[in-house]
């Protein structure tokens, strides 16, 4: 199976910045697609960034449009996230993940996730 190691998040002050990454092991097929997704006691884990293998292809949830990029460095099997003007409500449970084809990923059927790593963003 695919494993997907994060790197530690932190604590920073509301309009900071912070960059995440996720190495993700095995073979570039079995990671078509890779998404980042946040997750906050009792509420839903939502999708907050995805990508395609080639780095062409985007998505971001509304809530992060503008602030946040997602890319890819496919020499080293590693997706970061790059969070720009950080809010208090983008505190939370940080996962990276990979959907292993296209279908998967046409669907959002992440098979293998990271560990989390927790983001705080203060006032």
């Known amino acids: 199976q695919v494993q997907l190691v994060e790197s530690e998040g932190g604590s920073v002050q509301a309009g900071g910045s912070l960059t995440l990454s996720c190495a993700a092991s095995?073979?570039?097929?079995?990671?078509?697609?890779m998404g980042w997704f946040r997750q906050v006691p009792g509420k839903e884990r939502d999708v907050v960034a995805t990508?395609?293998?080639?780095?062409?292809?985007?998505w971001y949830a509304d809530s992060v449009k503008g602030r946040f990029t997602i890319s890819r460095d496919n020499t080293n099997n590693t997706v970061y996230l790059q969070m720009n003007t950080l809010k208090p409500e983008d505190t939370a449970v940080y996962y990276c993940?990979?959907?292993?084809?296209?279908?998967?990923?046409?669907?959002?059927?992440?098979?293998?996730w990271g560990q989390g790593t927790q983001v705080t963003v203060s006032s």
């Open positions: 993940a990979a959907a292993p084809s296209y279908i998967d990923y046409f669907v959002r059927r992440y098979h293998y």
């Open positions: 990508i395609i293998l080639s780095g062409a292809g985007t």
């Open positions: 095995g073979r570039a097929f079995s990671t078509y697609g």
